[in-house]
């Protein structure tokens, strides 16, 4: 039954796997942001993000099983700390913006991390700020505020968090971008993981409660959704061009909006939908000419 699936699977085009490792991780990363908001009612964020990282860990430990200390040889280790610390900062302050806030505004938010990505290159990294670039990062940020509606509402913390978490998102993508010149992928996300777990142990004591029954069941689950989303995410890139699957993150926006109807009475308005688009899309834009110019770079030409 496997080797007929597999088999099924290495016969589908390229870009059919590459939509439905992208689907895969939309569905992955929407079950765990519902489960993380359930959670918050009785666990600390702090708490959660540490379960989060350490359920994550357990997963690649046949990985560690098979590649032994290979992946930990790095002449970067305070890039990849930095790294670390940032992808902490930016999970707590998402995780806990997902227990104040409905969980379709904080993923309509999320979008714009790759629009801080973009920013953060041009300051950090002296990458150049050409026309089409600007007016998608414009874009974007005229989705936030059609989402925030600033003068008409007012500005909630979770809403706020989940901006701190996109800019501190977008810093570690400038990270890793430094860090892929001289790391393979394997010791990038090995030391992830690991150092994840690490600084978030110590914050989590802090505030420790002892989970109980059935919560050790979720608080797994958000590790395991959390980790199988991003490797279906990478694995989607690996699969088909940015262009064809980026799109299909929108989902996301679609998946929690159905969840947080379903299981906490949560309705986005219009101006969520509306400001996601936005947001999205500009997001997007950004991520396939990323794309296209390095592989324009690579073919040793090309402009931004």
């Known amino acids: 039954m496997i080797s007929r699936l597999s088999a099924t699977w290495a016969d589908l085009p390229g870009t059919t796997r590459g939509i439905v490792m992208m689907l895969l991780s939309t ?111 414009v874009c974007g940020f005229l989705g936030t505020l059609v989402v925030l ?14 901006l701190l978490s996109a800019l501190l998102w977008g810093c570690t993508l400038i990270v890793i971008k430094v860090l892929v010149r001289s790391e393979s992928a394997i010791t990038i996300t090995s030391y992830m993981n690991i150092l994840l777990t690490l600084l978030s142990v110590v914050p989590a004591l802090m505030v420790w409660r002892t989970p109980v029954g059935v919560e050790w069941l979720w608080l797994l ?8 989303a991003q490797i ?46 936005i947001i999205f899309a500009a997001s997007t834009y950004i991520a396939i000419r990323e794309s296209r110019l390095a592989r324009a770079r690579r073919a040793g030409g090309g402009s931004g």
């Open 27 to 137: 569905l992955g990363f929407s079950a765990m942001h519902a489960i993380i908001r359930h959670l918050s009612a009785d666990l600390h964020p702090l708490q959660i993000t540490f379960f989060r990282n350490f359920f994550g860990l357990v997963v690649f430990v046949p990985w560690f099983l098979r590649y032994g200390l290979a992946p930990l040889r790095t002449r970067n280790l305070k890039l990849h700390a930095l790294r670390a610390a940032l992808n902490v900062c930016a999970m707590f302050a998402f995780f806990t913006a997902l227990g104040l806030t409905p969980i379709a505004r904080v993923t309509a938010l999320g979008f714009t991390a790759p629009i801080f990505a973009t920013l953060l290159a041009v300051a950090v990294l002296g990458e150049t700020f050409r026309l089409r670039r600007s007016i998608a990062i």
């Open 149 to 162: 509606r600033p003068g008409f509402q007012s500005i909630d913390t979770g809403s706020l968090l989940t």
């Open 221 to 228: 689950a958000v590790g395991v959704l959390g980790t199988l």
């Open 232 to 277: 279906a995410i990478a694995q989607s890139l690996k699969e088909a061009e940015t262009g064809v699957v980026m799109p299909f993150d929108f989902c996301k926006l679609i998946w929690v909006s159905i969840l947080g109807y379903l299981f906490f009475a949560e309705v986005p308005g219009v101006t969520v939908w509306a400001g996601g688009a």
